[in-house]
């Protein structure tokens, strides 16, 4: 039998577990996935051996996110996510992703019928599901090793997707400053702002989706060149202390766009897959990433990112890459609440 990892105790080994068993751990573990504003814009149904995993399109950002671009790259996180844990369990996913065009929602379905062990390094990535966090802030000034970029650009190449990183001082500047040129952007609208703010929680909020003050600087912390964060608090001075103690700027660390060849619901679903595996994988050498898709969120200056910096492939997330020490803290809704046995929406779908 199969030796169970030590996340998945308090379930009966795989030969004896149930589907639906299987099913409750791995959509358990799914819901940790990273997405945009912490929106969780997903939902599991099952049915024997298979989860159909959904996109939740009541929580979209209209306004930010109209072609439902990021919540298909969060639903592809899940995804991958899913398919990790079933690893974890000793089970081979079988996975179909968009597999019925008249049900666009329809994000994928995963099914289980073979066993093999868990690599090594599938129990690695899957000890950091729950673990992994945002970061928001700079780096210390430390150099990552050349070996772990090889590995993640290898990693998203599996999922379909290509992990550029965006070498020299000027082009680095030069894609910071896009950056900033969004967020000012996004400041001065108020479309976005309201939406913006619909995602944030207040301190002391017992919310279990949107983006907690735990999980970002009270004041933002410079670093060089400057990329700067969401503006969550917008002016209400919420958040985690200063996370550079006095430091004037911090390390941005290494800067990478995620790209894919194609620019179809079915490659944003990839970009998902890949942005987890180099997510989990970071985390399990230590290190951490900053996301930043403001620029990505105004056609104009995604287009400008695409000529300039990604080749003529499609930008679909920026990445910071480097070590920290202060880690910070999400919400997820309860697992139960967005898994339904009936093929119809569980009641936790849907905004709260
Ligand atoms: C498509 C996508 C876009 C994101 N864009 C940003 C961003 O622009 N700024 C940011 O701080 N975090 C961004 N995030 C990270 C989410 O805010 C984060 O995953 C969510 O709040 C859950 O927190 P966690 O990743 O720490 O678990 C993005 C995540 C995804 C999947």
Not at 153 to 164: I, S, V
Not at 188 to 213: C, F, M
Request: glycine share 8%.
């Amino acid at each position: 039998m199969n030796t169970l990892p030590s996340s998945a105790e308090g379930l009966p080994g795989p030969e004896q577990a149930t589907a639906e068993e299987v099913a409750a751990s791995v959509v358990a573990a799914a819901v940790w996935a990273p997405s945009v504003h912490n929106t969780q814009p997903w939902w599991f149904s099952t049915r024997g051996q298979e989860i159909s995993l959904y996109a939740d399109a009541s929580r979209q950002l209209m306004v930010a996110d109209p072609g439902g671009r990021e919540m298909m790259i969060s639903c592809g996180a899940a995804l991958f996510t899913a398919r990790l844990a079933l690893r974890s369990l000793g089970y081979i996913p079988d996975a179909c992703v968009l597999p019925d065009p008249a049900q666009r929602l329809l994000v994928a379905r995963v099914s289980w019928q073979r066993r093999a062990d868990p690599a090594e390094y599938e129990r690695q990535l899957f000890r950091w599901v729950r673990q992994r966090r945002t970061h928001r802030g700079g780096f210390a000034p430390l150099p990552l090793a050349p070996e772990l970029l090889t590995v993640l650009q290898h990693g998203a190449e599996q999922d379909g997707a290509l992990l550029r990183v965006i070498a020299g001082e000027g082009r680095r500047a030069a894609l910071a400053a896009v950056v900033e040129t969004a967020e000012r952007a996004m400041r001065l609208n108020a479309a976005y702002v309201q939406e913006l703010t619909r995602w944030v929680s207040t301190p002391g909020s017992t919310r279990a989706d949107g983006v907690p003050d735990t999980a970002y600087p009270a004041r933002p912390e410079r670093t060089d060149p400057y990329f700067p964060g969401r503006d969550f608090a917008h002016g209400r001075g919420w958040g985690l202390p200063s996370f550079s103690f006095g430091v004037a700027s911090r390390s941005a660390g290494v800067v990478c766009l995620l790209t894919t060849a194609g620019d179809r619901p079915k490659d944003w679903v990839n970009a998902g897959q890949a942005l987890q595996r180099v997510l989990l994988t970071s985390a399990t050498c230590g290190v951490a990433a900053a996301l930043h898709s403001q620029p990505l969120e105004l056609p104009w200056l995604r287009e400008y990112i695409c000529a300039h910096w990604s080749n003529g492939t499609y930008p679909q997330l920026l990445l910071r890459l480097g070590t920290v020490v202060q880690a910070t803290a999400s919400v997820r809704r309860p697992p139960a609440s967005v898994l339904s046995s009936s093929g119809r929406e569980p009641p936790g779908a849907g905004h709260e």
